[in-house]
């Protein structure tokens, strides 16, 4: 059977793919344990691509349309990684994936300390490949919870940061930091508005 894992090299920022006959599920999930947040999620993204393939074996892919498919995926795993690696020059980020739900979350402290406030961001990622697709369906759900502090609207701030992150999507966003990604960007955004509205409250109590 066909399985494509990842490998990191010092040469290689975003890491390379290679194709591999013995690699099994099993041995991949061990490797979560000692791999880097943005190549763990990589490896998400290869597990699923295998499993697809598993699934899809009786419908043979032309040379063509695998190479699309691997390419596709391929793009799609660097891109997410790339935005944990943001975030992570930032916030300390732990990912936990669950390869048999094709899923991950990011997970991210967000400290606002001029409220004492601690607020626990998290990026779920869901990956599919829907039958004669080219490539996979994304879904990414960000999520913002108190870990202690000012009791913040939870429902309030995932919703903002997912407006955040559509308004980027559609190009209507503005990113003012070039070396950041658009979740970094999303969390700087809220980090903003709370503290906007932390002061503002501090104010109005006064």
Known sequence: M?????TDSPDASWGTAEVSLCSSNEEMSAQHHRLKPSTSIKSLFIQVLNEHLRLSAGNVLRPPEMLT?????????VSISKEIQALN????????????????????????????????????????IPDGQSGPAITVTP???VVYGNRFDEEKMGAFLASILQRQASGTAQKPYVDSGRWVEAVRALSAALLAQGHKGKSGSG
């Open 89 to 128: 020059r930032y916030h300390l980020v732990d990912v936990v994936t669950v390869p048999e739900e094709s899923a991950a979350t990011v997970k991210a402290p967000l400290l606002l300390p001029a409220l004492k406030t601690k607020i626990a961001i998290t990026f779920s990622v869901t990956i599919s």
């Open 69 to 77: 498919l691997i390419s596709t995926i391929w793009t799609q795993a």
């Open 143 to 145: 999520r913002a919870s």
């Open 2 to 6: 066909l399985n494509i894992s990842t």
